[in-house]
């Protein structure tokens, strides 16, 4: 039998690298990276601790996508660093932007 996760679409395992601005104008420190991703929402991986609620501009470089996030979850990792659920709640194609562009 199958866990319900609460998610509506499936997520994809893929390392992208991303960069992101939060709302303070600070941005996240450079390897930071997705671990999975899906068409509503990423979870990343970075060294920097993120407050739930909190919303940032996110970077995916190998598509030149950029979407405003929202932080639903920060997990430490065994490692030290910080595993960063995050909900995307617009992209550049909803703007009229990258309509073109390559998917992640």
């Given at each position: 039998?199958?866990?319900?996760?609460?998610?509506?679409?499936?997520?994809?395992?893929?390392?992208?690298?991303?960069?992101?601005?939060?709302?303070?104008?600070?941005?996240?420190?450079?390897?930071?990276f997705?671990?999975?991703?899906?068409?509503?929402?990423?979870?990343?991986?970075?060294?920097?601790?993120?407050?739930?609620?909190?919303?940032?501009?996110?970077?995916?470089?190998?598509?030149?996508?950029?979407?405003?996030?929202?932080?639903?979850?920060?997990?430490?990792?065994?490692?030290?660093r910080?595993?960063?659920?995050?909900?995307?709640?617009?992209?550049?194609?909803?703007?009229?932007?990258?309509?073109?562009?390559?998917?992640?």
């Amino acid at each position: 039998m199958q866990v319900p996760t609460g998610r509506s679409e499936k997520r994809i395992l893929k390392a992208v690298g991303v960069t992101a601005r939060l709302s303070d104008g600070s941005s996240l420190p450079e390897g930071t990276f997705t671990e999975n991703i899906s068409m509503r929402g990423a979870r990343i991986v970075t060294k920097t601790k993120l407050r739930p609620g909190g919303m940032l501009e996110v970077h995916f470089r190998t598509a030149e996508i950029q979407s405003q996030s929202r932080v639903v979850y920060c997990q430490q990792l065994p490692d030290g660093r910080f595993a960063i659920g995050l909900e995307m709640t617009q992209n550049s194609s909803e703007r009229g932007e990258g309509r073109d562009r390559k998917p992640i």
